[in-house]
């Protein structure tokens, strides 16, 4: 069975950096998407970013664009959430996931299209 084992989180300053890890074992998602979502207190999970399990394309919601990287190392099996100039509404737990092999008819941001998911870190952002 696939597992996702998501790893990096923490508590930090406005302004610092994070990268969260997400560890694939047991299987891969060949073909398909790895994401990343996130959920605040009282708040429905969101999407934050995909990428494509070969790495070529990447998606990204619009308020983590231009500070958030998504990527993938094949040979570690490991997909990354590099969160730069965090900001106190990134604070959230953070979800990685891995797509099913129909993801695109539900699309990378949707959470419907992902089918196994990791058991989320936690980041804390102090103004």
């Known amino acids: 069975q696939v597992q996702l084992v998501e790893s990096g989180g923490g508590l930090v300053q406005a302004g610092a950096s994070l990268r969260l890890s997400c560890e694939v074992s047991g299987g891969t998602f060949a073909g398909s998407v790895m994401g990343w979502f996130r959920q605040a207190p009282r708040k429905e999970r969101e999407f934050v970013a995909a990428i494509t399990w070969g790495g070529t394309t990447t998606w990204y919601q619009s308020s983590v664009k231009g500070r958030f990287i998504v990527s993938r190392d094949k040979a570690k099996n490991t997909v990354y959430l590099q969160m730069n100039s965090l900001k106190p509404e990134d604070t959230a737990a953070y979800y990685c996931?891995?797509?099913?092999?129909?993801?695109?008819?539900?699309?990378?941001?949707?959470?419907?299209?992902?089918?196994?998911w990791g058991q989320g870190t936690q980041v804390t952002v102090s103004s």
């Open positions: 996931a891995g797509g099913k092999s129909d993801i695109m008819a539900y699309g990378p941001a949707r959470a419907a299209g992902y089918g196994a």
